[in-house]
C-alpha cells in the first residue's frame, strides 16, 4: 500500500520533469528505449520532494553512469542490498539491469543465498561479503577489504561503500513509503516477498 502516493507525471514541476528526463537519459543502458522500465511510481514518489530528488538522483547517477565498478559488480552488491532489505521493488529492478550486464538466473539465485553459496569467484564472493558487513555492520572487515584490494583500487573500493550504502537508502525508502511496482516489474519480483518477514 502506498503511503506517498506517486505524484501524476502531468503535475511534475516543469524543473523537475527537466532534471528527471537528463537523469533517464544519462543512464540509460543498451536496451531499447521501449524495453526500458519506465520507474513511473518511484519517480513520481521522488517528484513529490523535488529538491530531495535532484540531490538523491545526482549522487544515484555517478553510480549508475560513472562508477569505477563493471555493472556486474554494481549490480551483484545491489541484489545482495535488496534481499537482505527485503527490498521487492529495487530487487524486480535490478533483475532486469543484472540480466542485461549477463547475469545468469542462476547467479541471480545464488545472491539471496550469500557469499558461501557454491560459485562465486573470490572477488565476487568478496563483494557480496562486503555488502553484507555494510548492511548488518555498518563496516568493512578487515579480511574483506583486504580481498577487496587485492583485486579493487582505492576509487573502486569507494564505489563499493557508495554503492551499498545509496542502495540499502533507497531500499529503506522504498519500503517506507509503500512504493508499489509498476506492471512491467511483476514477472521480476521475488518468489517469496522479500519484503515480507519470516
Same mark, same amino acid.
Given at each position: 500500500?502506498?503511503?506517498?502516493?506517486?505524484? %501524476?507525471?502531468?503535475?511534475?514541476?516543469?524543473?523537475?520533469?527537466?532534471?528527471?528526463? *537528463?537523469? /533517464?537519459?544519462?543512464?540509460?543502458?543498451?536496451?531499447?528505449?521501449?524495453?526500458?522500465? %519506465?520507474?513511473?511510481?518511484?519517480?513520481?514518489?521522488?517528484?513529490?520532494?523535488? #529538491?530531495?530528488?535532484?540531490?538523491?538522483?545526482?549522487?544515484?547517477?555517478?553510480?549508475?553512469?560513472?562508477?569505477?565498478? #563493471?555493472? /556486474?559488480q554494481r549490480e551483484l552488491l545491489v541484489l545482495r542490498v535488496a534481499s537482505l532489505r /527485503?527490498?521487492?521493488?529495487?530487487?524486480?529492478?535490478?533483475? &532486469?539491469?543484472?540480466?542485461?550486464?549477463? &547475469?545468469?538466473?542462476?547467479? &541471480?539465485? @545464488?545472491?539471496?543465498?550469500?557469499?558461501d553459496a557454491e560459485g562465486w569467484s573470490p572477488i565476487e564472493r568478496a563483494l557480496v561479503t562486503a555488502?553484507?558487513?555494510? $548492511?548488518?555492520? *555498518?563496516?568493512?572487515?578487515?579480511?574483506?577489504?583486504?580481498?577487496?584490494? *587485492?583485486?579493487?583500487?582505492?576509487?573502486?573500493?569507494?564505489? $563499493?561503500?557508495?554503492?551499498? *550504502?545509496?542502495?540499502?537508502?533507497?531500499?529503506?525508502?522504498? @519500503?517506507?513509503?509503500?512504493?508499489?511496482?509498476?506492471?512491467?516489474?511483476?514477472?521480476?519480483?521475488?518468489?517469496?516477498?522479500?519484503?515480507?518477514?519470516?
Amino acid at each position: 500500500m502506498s503511503r506517498i502516493p506517486p505524484l %501524476p507525471q502531468d503535475d511534475w514541476t516543469e524543473e523537475i520533469a527537466t532534471y528527471i528526463a *537528463g537523469f /533517464r537519459s544519462a543512464v540509460a543502458s543498451s536496451a531499447p528505449e521501449e524495453n526500458r522500465q %519506465p520507474g513511473t511510481n518511484l519517480l513520481g514518489t521522488l517528484a513529490q520532494h523535488p #529538491s530531495l530528488a535532484m540531490a538523491f538522483l545526482s549522487f544515484n547517477r555517478h553510480l549508475l553512469s560513472q562508477s569505477t565498478l #563493471s555493472v /556486474r559488480q554494481r549490480e551483484l552488491l545491489v541484489l545482495r542490498v535488496a534481499s537482505l532489505r /527485503r527490498s521487492d521493488y529495487e530487487w524486480a529492478q535490478h533483475v &532486469i539491469l543484472a540480466d542485461r550486464a549477463g &547475469i545468469t538466473a542462476d547467479e &541471480i539465485a @545464488r545472491i539471496g543465498e550469500g557469499p558461501d553459496a557454491e560459485g562465486w569467484s573470490p572477488i565476487e564472493r568478496a563483494l557480496v561479503t562486503a555488502a553484507d558487513e555494510l $548492511v548488518v555492520d *555498518g563496516a568493512i572487515s578487515d579480511g574483506t577489504w583486504a580481498a577487496l584490494s *587485492g583485486e579493487l583500487d582505492d576509487r573502486q573500493l569507494m564505489d $563499493v561503500v557508495f554503492t551499498v *550504502g545509496c542502495y540499502a537508502m533507497m531500499a529503506t525508502a522504498l @519500503r517506507s513509503f509503500g512504493v508499489e511496482p509498476e506492471a512491467g516489474l511483476l514477472p521480476y519480483l521475488p518468489n517469496h516477498p522479500v519484503s515480507s518477514r519470516d
